[in-house]
Nanobody
Framework: QVQLAESGGGLVQPGDSLRLSCAASGSTAINSATAWFRQTPGKEYEFVAAIRWMGDRKYYGDSVKGRFIISREGAKKTVYLQMNSLKAEDSAVYYC???????????????????WGQGTQVTVSS
């Protein structure tokens, strides 16, 4: 079992930055991947970013490439999502997700992740 605890959401203005954290506890495998997804009311989950624990390879959704950065602090089993140049359309509930043995072709698929955090609200508004 893996437990995920997210933090760092809040209300910011367009153009601001915000950093989300996802702390994992429990049994994590070396071939794990941790991802961020987001959801707004009435819409499907959108893949934001993912990082594979072996080698720290990173992957991004098209809408956040060049603005968001995912990173991992191994000793703390914590994954961060640095969000820069935020836009109103980035407003959503952001979820951290973790999966063991996630294959590359499924890295952006919600169904590839077994464990989910409770979500943290990010609102970008002037």
């Amino acid at each position: 079992q893996v437990q995920l605890a997210e933090s760092g959401g809040g209300l910011v203005q367009p153009g601001d930055s915000l950093r989300l954290s996802c702390a994992a506890s429990g049994s994590t495998a070396i071939n794990s991947a941790t991802a961020w997804f987001r959801q707004t009311p009435g819409k499907e989950y959108e893949f934001v970013a993912a990082i594979r624990w072996m080698g720290d390879r990173k992957y991004y959704g098209d809408s956040v490439k060049g603005r968001f950065i995912i990173s991992r602090e191994g000793a703390k089993k914590t994954v961060y999502l640095q969000m820069n140049s935020l836009k109103a359309e980035d407003s959503a509930v952001y979820y951290c997700a973790h999966g063991n043995g996630v294959i590359l072709s499924s890295i952006g698929s919600k169904s590839a992740y077994n464990y989910w955090g409770q979500g943290t609200q990010v609102t970008v508004s002037s």
